[in-house]
């Protein structure tokens, strides 16, 4: 069985000290049970809760922890019933968070963090069960299957299609974590073709086969990005008025610098022709294509000669 990961982990405790704190003390087993993980792993995630605290970090400003002989008692210390002083934004994220936190597997919908949530999208007019996180598009199923491989530790097979280069081919996967970023659900895991580990878009698999074989477990901790661009791939220079300097929120880039009036000049990594071309036809005349290798330097003039020719087809 893989283990759980960092954020995982978090939300657990998020879910699991609240509930422990009211009912302190509590059997070791009843919160086992109840939050479905061992002892060994209760003990060893309640470790890290001596040293969180506030400013200075003294002794009455640390969450206690005591176990006797097989109970378990949380202590919060006084700090923890001071007023926040949070901005609309701060609060809209806190009662969302909030609501995935219920849904951690033996949260309390109404523990102290959920009643507190709760007086918080109150005074802000806003209904915390309206509150949902949509992660991508990915269909229900095959996240539930991939979800249950990569715990179950079962090698994969999909059928994935690479937007940067507009192909589809067949990876067999080693599944290592499935995680939630920036709104899409993600697969990352040891890809056997490519030799190396990989980050998938669970919205672009096809299909998915779980296998019977087992994989061994994972790296102790696996880095990933979305993408990060190498040496050897072609660059282009852009020229991003004010409606196009989004995308250097969204992708990755050597440098940005301001040229004349609100105009940037950014020059990023291409993975692939195809996705020059539809990134130039989205930004439209909102961008300029300064310089690159000739094959691409025109790829947005083509693209747009080819969606014409077949509008006037049409």
């Not at 759980?4 to 509590?26: D, G, K």
């Not at 290592?176 to 580990?197: E, F, K, M, P, T």
Request: charged share 25%; proline share 7%; net charge negative.
């Amino acid at each position: 069985m893989t283990r759980s990961t960092a954020s995982e982990r978090v939300r657990r405790l998020l879910a699991l000290v609240p509930w422990v704190s009211t009912h302190s003390p509590v059997a070791i087993d009843e919160v086992c049970s109840r939050f479905g993980i061992d002892r060994s792993t209760l003990i060893a995630e309640l470790a890290v809760l001596p040293f969180v605290g506030v400013p200075p970090y003294t002794p009455d400003t640390l969450i206690d922890v005591d176990f006797d002989d097989d109970q378990i008692t949380v202590r919060l210390s006084e700090p923890f019933d001071r007023p926040l002083r949070l901005t609309s934004e701060q609060a809209l994220t806190l009662i969302a968070a909030g609501r995935s936190i219920r849904d951690v597997p033996g949260a309390d919908s109404d523990d102290p963090l959920q009643r507190g949530l709760a007086k918080l999208a109150t005074a802000l007019g806003v209904d915390p069960d309206q509150v949902h996180v949509e992660l991508g598009e990915a269909h229900e199923q095959l996240l539930d299957d991939l979800l249950g491989a990569a715990t179950e530790g079962r090698r994969v097979e999909i059928d994935y299609y690479t937007y940067s280069r507009d192909q589809r081919s067949v990876r067999t996967v080693d599944p290592y974590q499935v995680v939630a970023d920036r709104g899409n659900w993600y697969l990352i895991g040891w890809c056997h073709r490519s030799a190396g580990v990989r980050v998938f878009r669970v919205d672009r698999i096809a299909s998915l086969t779980v296998l019977d074989d087992t994989i061994d477990p994972p790296p102790e901790d696996v880095e990933w990005d979305r993408y990060q661009p190498g040496t050897t791939e072609p660059r282009v220079v852009l020229d991003l008025d004010p409606a196009a300097q989004w995308i250097l929120d969204q992708y990755p880039y050597d440098e940005a610098h301001e040229t004349t009036g609100e105009t940037v000049r950014a020059t990023l990594a291409v993975s692939g022709r195809p996705w020059l071309e539809r990134l130039l036809l989205t930004l439209g005349p909102a961008t300029r294509v300064v310089d690159g290798p000739d094959d691409l330097v025109g790829a947005g003039q083509d693209a747009a000669r080819r969606v014409l020719a077949r509008y006037g087809e049409g």
